[in-house]
């Protein structure tokens, strides 16, 4: 397996991937172009994806540089430790199926980390997916250091009503909630 900066070239399977485990219509080219950029700072890219011999995607994460990502109402800036402009942004990470469990996202995560230093941010907030299958996400970003700072009920929901998200676990709009967590470097 080898970690690399997330490049255009690696969009179509990175999609393919991201919406068969976050659900249909989760990303599309547009949408992670604009992500992509979010995690370049500096000159420096945030965002990696983990391939195999063939240079296939086996998994993602996608970060955002501080400064570069807009805080909306599921973000509980009170009782962040810094401040948004210090502040950057775990967007998605995923792992294929045959190859969870093998500390791939762990790796990509301490990469990210160790980009959006050199960048600059103190801390990363993500929404973590409770609703995962055994609440994997929010185990993997606790182990990480992460603490919970917020549950907030059907986080997703306006995507589904709006953009057609379509949730893997719900049907027809999703009502899944996600913990706000803070990683300080």
Request: hydrophobic share 45%.
């Given at each position: ?28 080219p ?31 994460r996608?970060?955002?540089a ?77 182990q ?42």
């Open positions: 397996m080898q970690i690399v900066e997330l490049e255009p070239p690696y969009f179509t399977d990175l999609i393919r991937l991201a919406n068969a485990v976050h659900g249909d219509n989760y990303l599309n547009a949408s992670l172009l604009q992500m992509y950029q979010q995690g370049i700072k500096q000159g420096m890219n945030a965002s990696f994806v983990a391939l195999d011999e063939q240079q296939n995607v086996l998994g993602y996608i970060s955002f501080a400064g570069q990502w807009q805080a909306d109402k599921w973000c509980s800036q009170n009782l962040w430790p810094v401040a948004i402009a210090d502040m950057a942004y775990f967007k998605s990470v995923a792992v294929c199926e045959k190859q969870r469990g093998k500390r791939i996202a762990s790796t990509l995560l301490a990469k990210s980390v160790a980009v959006l230093k050199q960048q600059g941010a103190k801390a990363g907030l993500a929404h973590i997916w409770r609703e995962c299958p055994g609440n994997a996400a929010e185990r993997y970003f606790s990480a250091g992460g603490n919970v700072l917020a549950i907030h009920p059907q986080r997703w929901r306006h995507l589904s009503e709006t953009v057609g998200y379509d949730c893997p676990i719900c049907e027809n709009v999703c009502l899944c909630s996600a913990a706000e967590m803070l990683l300080q470097f």
